[in-house]
């Protein structure tokens, strides 16, 4: 397998996990969230405009945490 083919294995914490799907629901968030910004760098997150949204690797990430919400880790 070569490194293109290799996939990243995110593992969210509670909070971010949290976060994440506060975003996805399109819930109000707050003007500073250092837990939203950990998202942002981790490249699940970006602003547009006023509003927050999710990446297509952010929709896959809570899309997996959804279905294996006990599993620990998976991957994107």
């Known amino acids: 397998m070569t490194d293109k083919q290799k996939q990243k294995l995110i593992i969210l914490s509670q909070p971010q996990r949290t976060t994440l799907e506060g975003l996805s629901n399109r ?3 707050l003007p ?7 998202l942002v760098t981790l490249g699940l997150v970006v602003k ?7 990446t297509p690797q952010g929709k896959k990430v809570l899309a997996a945490s959804s279905n294996r919400r006990n599993s620990g880790g998976f991957s994107v």
């Open 48 to 54: 547009q405009g006023a509003k927050w949204a999710l």
């Open 27 to 29: 819930r109000p968030q």
């Open 32 to 38: 500073t969230d250092p837990i939203r910004d950990e």
